[in-house]
């Protein structure tokens, strides 16, 4: 991590943090861990106040990894507002009122 600038975030099943409690600003890293095995607990305890985790049951599987990142990126770009993203449909043959 200290090769690059911004803050990281490190998802994982066994963070204290829910994803949605902590700003993403800018230029953030969102790290994700190998789907049969997650980030090493070496790094998440060195770093535990950027530990986050998505919501799921106890006891069940986790998000498979490209659900995952979808559910964090996405939660970073709403905390944008969804810059730069179409965030209104068009109708193809009628128009919204």
């Not at 902590?22 to 095995?37: C, S």
């Not at 998440?44 to 985790?53: F, N, T």
């Not at 970073?76 to 919204?96: H, I, M, S, V």
């Amino acid at each position: 991590m200290a090769e690059n600038d911004g803050p990281f975030f490190l998802f994982s099943s066994k963070a204290t943090h829910r994803h949605t409690d902590l700003p993403y600003p800018d230029g953030a890293y969102l790290v994700f861990g190998r789907e049969d095995a997650g980030l090493p607990e070496e790094l998440l305890v060195r770093h535990p106040e950027c530990c986050v985790r998505i919501p799921m049951r106890r006891g069940e599987r986790c998000l498979n990894l490209s659900n995952a990142v979808a559910v964090g990126v996405y939660e970073a770009l709403r905390q944008w507002d969804f810059a730069e993203l179409e965030t209104r449909g068009q109708l193809t043959r009628y128009e919204w009122n």
